[in-house]
């Protein structure tokens, strides 16, 4: 099976753009979840889709956003961005049932300017 | 929320040699599942162990172990026989039972020394 794919993989913005990444989830895996990974925070959850429907949210502003396709394929996006929203973000997947583990992609670096 | 606690930001050990990264979590379920992630340079996010907790026998994938004791809360990683790609970050993450979200330690630079 090919493994969770994320795109693209580098970004460079201007604050103030907006900006949205891509996810493709193993095949099979209904829920992706986002994450938001930067030095001095750690990894830090954004949302989870299960089914085209936002089952989780984390502790981010309405500046971030995502949905979910009918083929689990998911997109973030952030508007007005800010220097801050410098990170690197991970998707990952998983099937259904609580042992599944997360299935990473290999991130999108998206660099604020 | 639950919350999970990697207290060891960086570690170090000789190659051959083993090493153990630590990891403790809150939580007032009874049900769960534990993992361990490892993060090389790559950047990628890899599945190295998982443990549940209704399992009392300790998880063991190759050279990887956990040391789970689940009345103190705590989740430990041991790795023998230390090699050089086994250089990363580490992360321990929770998952209950009941829900669908995982909750991330901060994680553990582990450098191993040829």
């Known amino acids: 099976k090919a493994g969770v794919t994320q795109t693209p993989r580098y970004l460079i913005k201007t604050r103030g753009q907006q900006v949205t990444l891509s996810c493709s989830p193993i095949s099979g895996h209904r829920s992706v979840s986002w994450y938001q990974q930067t030095p001095g925070q750690g990894l830090q959850f954004l949302f989870e889709y299960f089914s085209e429907t936002q089952r989780n949210k984390g502790n981010f502003p309405g500046r971030f956003s995502g949905r979910q396709f009918s083929n689990s394929r998911s997109e973030m996006n952030v508007s007005t961005l800010e220097l801050g929203d410098s990170a690197l973000y991970l998707c990952?997947?998983?099937?259904?049932?609580?042992?599944?583990?997360?299935?990473f992609g290999n991130g999108t670096r998206l660099t604020v300017t | 929320a639950q919350t999970v606690t990697q207290s060891q930001p960086e570690m170090s050990v000789q190659e051959a040699e083993t090493v153990t990264l630590s990891c403790t979590y809150d939580?007032?379920?009874?049900?769960?599942?534990l993992f361990w992630y490892k993060q090389p340079p790559s950047r990628q996010m890899i599945l190295v162990i998982r443990q549940e907790a209704y399992k009392q026998q300790n998880a063991t994938e190759n050279r990887f172990s956990v040391n789970f004791q689940k009345a103190a809360k705590s989740f430990s990683l041991k790795i023998s026989d230390s090699q050089l790609g086994d250089a990363a970050m580490y992360f321990c993450a929770y998952r209950s039972a009941a829900g669908n979200q995982f909750y991330f330690g901060t994680g553990t630079s582990l450098t191993v020394i040829p």
């Open positions: 990952a997947s998983s099937a259904t049932g609580g042992a599944s583990p997360l299935h």
């Open positions: 939580t007032s379920e009874s049900d769960y599942y």
